[in-house]
C-alpha cells in the first residue's frame, strides 16, 4: 500500500499570540516607568492636608529631619552653608522651584529658618510639601 506524499507547508509565525507578547511587554513598561517617580529629598514623615497636589517640574528638594538636619537634593548641608548652595543652585535656574519638607515633629522655627534662607538666596517659587490625605 502506497502512501500518498503531502506537499511540505511552509512554517509562519502566527501574528496573534506574537501581538499578545508584545502588548503584555508594553503594559509591563508602562508600568515601571510609572512607578519609578523622581524624590530628591529624604524620608520624613510630613503633615497631611486635604487640598495638596501633585507637581512634576524639576525642583529641588530641601529636607529637615525630626533630629534637626538640613538635606538639599540628599545631600547633608548645614545651615550656615544653605544659602551659599542655593545661590550656586540658582545661577542655572533662577525660576526653579523649591519643595520643603519638614518633618511633622520638627519645630516651625526651623522651617521658617529655611524658608528665609531660601528667599534670601533669590529664589522665589517655595512651597511646603505636605502628605495627600483621602
Do not use: N
Not at 65 to 83: A, K, N, Q, S, Y
Request: proline share 5%.
Amino acid at each position: 500500500m502506497r502512501l500518498k506524499e503531502q506537499p511540505m507547508r511552509r512554517g509562519r509565525i502566527e501574528m496573534i499570540p506574537l501581538i499578545d507578547v508584545v502588548f503584555l511587554l508594553l503594559i509591563f513598561f508602562i508600568y515601571a516607568m510609572l512607578s519609578m517617580t523622581i524624590h530628591k529629598g529624604i524620608p520624613v514623615l510630613l503633615p497631611k492636608a486635604k487640598t495638596s497636589l501633585i507637581d512634576k517640574e524639576e525642583y529641588l528638594s530641601i529636607s529637615i529631619t525630626r533630629d534637626h538636619r538640613i538635606f538639599l537634593d540628599e545631600r547633608e548641608v548645614p545651615m550656615e552653608g544653605l544659602l551659599q548652595r542655593l545661590r550656586e543652585r540658582r545661577e542655572g535656574k533662577p525660576q526653579v522651584r523649591v519643595f520643603i519638607s519638614g518633618d511633622r515633629r520638627v519645630p516651625y522655627e526651623w522651617v521658617v529658618r529655611v524658608l528665609d534662607t531660601v528667599r534670601a538666596s533669590g529664589l522665589r517659587k517655595v512651597s511646603l510639601e505636605t502628605h495627600w490625605k483621602k
